[in-house]
């Protein structure tokens, strides 16, 4: 069972010093967003094994592979039986998902002072998401699958394109 991340937030930050911690902030909200996008809200039965994870500390292939071995409390076993099986609890987002999510969050809570709030925080690129990612993912806060890599966070999509131009053109 993963333990506690060994690093606070605020000692990722320091220690990539790049970012500021809102920029960290935002970017696991987004996260969210990208979820619910892919994969739609949250079932009641999907959100009660959340909260059981949680408070066991146990990250997605640990209940997968603890449903597999019959080894999951028998509450919650019948909840993932219900919910279709460990499979279905897995909402992974891409790379490239994550991104287009993060600029429908930045639009809709900044608008046309998108861009400088993220230049602010020194988010100009979408390789910068990849980067507080994969700070987060090697500091234990987030997860990753085998297939993801920095490179999937790649020219996502063009700042002055999204942030700027989208609003010319409306």
């Given at each position: 069972m993963p333990q506690t991340p060994p690093k606070s937030i605020e000692q990722i930050v320091a220690e990539l010093g790049r970012y500021p911690i809102d920029a960290f902030m935002f970017v696991q909200e987004c996260i969210a967003?990208?979820?619910?996008?892919?994969h739609g809200p949250m079932s009641e039965d999907e959100k009660t094994v959340a909260q059981w994870m949680t408070k066991e500390a146990m990250d997605f292939p640990t209940l997968a592979a603890a449903y597999h071995e019959n080894s999951l409390p028998p509450e919650i076993r019948k909840i993932v039986d219900r919910i279709g099986g460990a499979e279905k609890?897995?909402?992974?987002?891409?790379?490239?998902?994550?991104?287009?999510?993060?600029?429908?969050?930045?639009?809709?809570?900044?608008?046309?002072?998108?861009?400088?709030?993220?230049?602010?925080?020194?988010i100009t690129r979408t390789e910068d998401i990849g980067v507080i990612i994969f700070a987060l993912v090697d500091h234990g806060w987030l997860q990753k699958q085998p297939t993801d890599l920095l490179e999937d966070f790649s020219n996502v999509f063009d700042f002055d394109e999204v942030f700027e131009r989208v609003y010319r053109m409306g």
């Open positions: 967003h990208a979820a619910e996008n892919v609890l897995n909402r992974h987002v891409t790379g490239q998902q994550l991104c287009w999510a993060f600029r429908d969050a930045a639009l809709a809570r900044w608008g046309l002072m998108s861009r400088t709030v993220l230049a602010h925080w020194k």
